[in-house]
């Protein structure tokens, strides 16, 4: 079965510095990746997503995130992060039946 | 076009009690998903509707029952609320099928006393 793992809990970072979020995951095809954002109170937004083709892939709010399929990961970073990046993060990946798998979710703190 | 809505917003309930979550979508979506979320364990799908007329269990199904009543609305149905099902209840729909984006709708918040 298919698995998603966010290793980080918690990060913080300061207003203006790169953050870098990890996703690793588990499944024995070719996986649809995504990355959404819950800002607190909120649902949750998609950020973007993988499907095929380049390994790196643009997202809304200056997000990029980065396919290895070597190391099973699908990382999210950005170059400088705002006050307004402080949400909560999730990795998923897509399963049979158009179902997420989701991971536990990484908390961003955003220092000024 | 207000997306994927949610109704209530919040809930408190006594054991034993039953509720129904209402959720809809105005974006003629197919699929549509109830979630909880709970701290540090994402979000775990309870029940899922391929199609209209259609439902399956997802991860956590226990306690819950779903009805799909027409292409717009999916609601979730607690016969006899526990503790354990104090939770964040997430709705999504999903997209057209090459795109497989789930849209959100904006949760209920709901408490078991």
């Known amino acids: 079965a298919q698995s998603v793992t966010q290793p980080d809990i918690h990060i913080t970072v300061s207003e203006g510095a790169s953050l870098e979020l990890r996703c690793n995951y588990s499944y024995g095809a070719t996986p649809y990746l995504f990355w959404y954002v819950q800002s607190p109170g909120q649902g949750l937004q998609l950020l973007l997503k993988?499907?095929?083709?380049?390994?790196l892939v643009q997202g809304i709010k200056g997000f990029e995130a980065e396919f290895k399929r070597s190391q099973s990961s699908f990382n999210l970073r950005k170059p400088s992060v705002h006050w307004s990046d402080a949400a909560e993060y999730f990795c998923?990946?897509?399963?049979?039946?158009?179902?997420?798998?989701f991971g536990g979710g990484t908390r961003v703190l955003v220092k000024p | 076009n207000a997306g994927v809505t949610q109704t209530p917003k919040f809930q408190v309930l006594k054991t034993g009690q039953s509720m129904t979550l209402q959720c809809a979508q105005d974006m003629n979506h197919n699929s549509m998903y109830w979630y909880r979320q709970d701290p540090g364990m994402g979000l775990r799908l309870i029940y899922y509707s391929a199609s209209e007329g259609t439902t399956d269990k997802g991860e956590v199904p226990n306690g819950y029952n779903v009805s799909r009543l027409n292409k717009r609305e999916f609601s979730l149905r607690l016969e006899s609320a526990a503790p354990s099902q104090t939770s964040v209840y997430f709705c999504a729909s999903v997209g057209t099928s090459d795109s497989y984006e789930q849209y959100f709708g904006p949760g209920t918040r709901l408490t078991v006393t």
């Open positions: 993988y499907f095929s083709g380049d390994t």
């Open positions: 998923a990946v897509k399963a049979a039946g158009n179902k997420l798998t």
